[in-house]
C-alpha cells in the first residue's frame, strides 16, 4: 500500500533527473512538485513544460494498491492528453515495474524496491505470465449476464426452478450457475443502474460516456447504455 503524500515525496527525488518513458522517445524532467497547486510540473523532451495533477496520480495509485496492476488509460478513463507522463512518472519510481499485458502497457506494483529511483523496469516475464494466468483466471468467473432487481429471492427462486444451482456472492446477491455459464443477481440497492432489468456483461475498457454503478464480489462495475462493463477487481477490501 503506497500513500500518495509518500508517492509525491519520491516523485520529488528525481527532480533533475531524465525520466524514460516506457514508449521511447517521451522522456521527461520533473520540474516540481507544487503542493499548493496539487501538481507535478514536468518538462518534456520537446522542452514543453506540462503539468500532472494530484488527483490523476491518486486515481493510478487507487488501482495500484487495490489491485498491484493498472492500464493507466482504464483508470484515468481514457481523459486527458498525453497519459504517458503520469505512467512515465509512476514507472521511474523503484517499487512499480512494467508489463504487457494482451500487448497494453500496465504498471506493476512491488512489495519492494526492484530497481533504482530514475528508471524503469520491465517485470520478469514468468512472474507478467503469471499475471496474465490470474488476469485470465478472473476473466472466466465472471458471469455473462446480471440481473438487477428489487425482488432477490423471488428471482433467485425463479432460476431455481429453471435448474440453476443458486450460491451466495455476498450480501445481497447471489451466482446462479447453469451448463453453459453462471447469471449473478443482486438489489439495485447494491448496483445502482439506470433501471431494473438484465444486463449482458461485457469485458471492455470503461469510456468517458460510462458510468460506475458499484463493486460486487470484488469486480467494479460501469454501465453504457444496455450493458454493464469491467475489468477491474479489488485485491483487499
Same mark, same amino acid.
Given at each position: 500500500m503506497r500513500?500518495?503524500?509518500?508517492v509525491?515525496k519520491?516523485?520529488?527525488a528525481?527532480?533533475?533527473?531524465?525520466?524514460?518513458?516506457?514508449?521511447?522517445?517521451?522522456?521527461?524532467?520533473?520540474?516540481?512538485?507544487?503542493?499548493?497547486?496539487?501538481?507535478?510540473?514536468?518538462?518534456?523532451?520537446?522542452?514543453k513544460?506540462q503539468?500532472?495533477?494530484f488527483s490523476? &496520480?491518486?486515481? %493510478?495509485? @487507487?488501482?495500484? *494498491? #487495490?489491485?498491484?496492476?493498472v492500464?493507466?488509460? /482504464?483508470?484515468?478513463?481514457g $481523459?486527458?492528453s498525453?497519459?504517458?507522463?503520469?505512467?512515465?512518472?509512476?514507472?521511474?519510481?523503484?517499487?512499480?515495474?512494467?508489463a504487457y499485458?494482451n500487448?497494453?502497457?500496465?504498471?506493476?506494483?512491488?512489495d519492494?524496491?526492484?530497481h533504482?529511483?530514475?528508471?524503469?523496469?520491465?517485470?520478469?516475464?514468468?512472474?507478467a505470465?503469471?499475471? &496474465?494466468?490470474? %488476469?485470465? @483466471?478472473?476473466? *472466466? #468467473?465472471?458471469p455473462?449476464?446480471?440481473?438487477? /432487481?428489487?425482488?432477490?429471492? $423471488?428471482?433467485?427462486?425463479?432460476?431455481?426452478n429453471?435448474?440453476?444451482?443458486?450460491?451466495?456472492?455476498?450480501?445481497a446477491?447471489?451466482?446462479?450457475?447453469f451448463?453453459?455459464?453462471c447469471?449473478w443477481?443482486t438489489?439495485s440497492?447494491?448496483?445502482?443502474t439506470?433501471?431494473?432489468?438484465s444486463f449482458?456483461?461485457?469485458e471492455?475498457?470503461p469510456?468517458?460516456?460510462s458510468?460506475?454503478?458499484?463493486?460486487?464480489?470484488?469486480f467494479?462495475?460501469?454501465?453504457?447504455g444496455?450493458?454493464?462493463l469491467?475489468?477491474?477487481?479489488?485485491?483487499?477490501?
Open positions: 500513500q500518495l503524500n509518500q509525491l519520491d516523485i520529488e528525481l527532480i533533475g533527473m531524465t525520466l524514460n518513458s516506457i514508449r521511447p522517445g517521451a522522456n521527461l524532467q520533473v520540474l516540481d512538485v507544487d503542493y499548493d497547486g496539487e501538481r507535478v510540473l514536468v518538462e518534456t523532451s520537446t522542452g513544460t503539468s500532472r495533477s490523476e &496520480l491518486q486515481s %493510478i495509485l @487507487d488501482f495500484l *494498491n #487495490r489491485e498491484n496492476i492500464h493507466v488509460e /482504464t483508470a484515468l478513463k $481523459s486527458g498525453s497519459r504517458n507522463q503520469p505512467e512515465t512518472l509512476l514507472a521511474n519510481l523503484p517499487y512499480i515495474e512494467y499485458i500487448r497494453k502497457k500496465h504498471l506493476v506494483l512491488k519492494a524496491y526492484t533504482p529511483p530514475g528508471t524503469i523496469q520491465q517485470m520478469d516475464l514468468l512472474e505470465k503469471q499475471l &496474465l494466468d490470474q %488476469i485470465q @483466471d478472473k476473466a *472466466n #468467473r465472471l455473462q449476464q446480471i440481473i438487477v /432487481t428489487n425482488d432477490l429471492k $423471488s428471482t433467485a427462486d425463479v432460476l431455481r429453471l435448474g440453476g444451482k443458486v450460491s451466495a456472492l455476498g450480501q446477491a447471489y451466482s446462479v450457475d451448463e453453459a455459464g447469471i443477481i438489489r440497492d447494491v448496483l445502482n439506470s433501471q431494473i432489468g449482458t456483461l461485457l471492455a475498457t469510456t468517458d460516456q458510468v460506475c454503478v458499484g463493486e460486487l464480489a470484488g467494479r462495475f460501469y454501465e453504457e444496455a450493458f454493464i469491467t475489468l477491474t477487481e479489488r485485491t483487499s477490501e
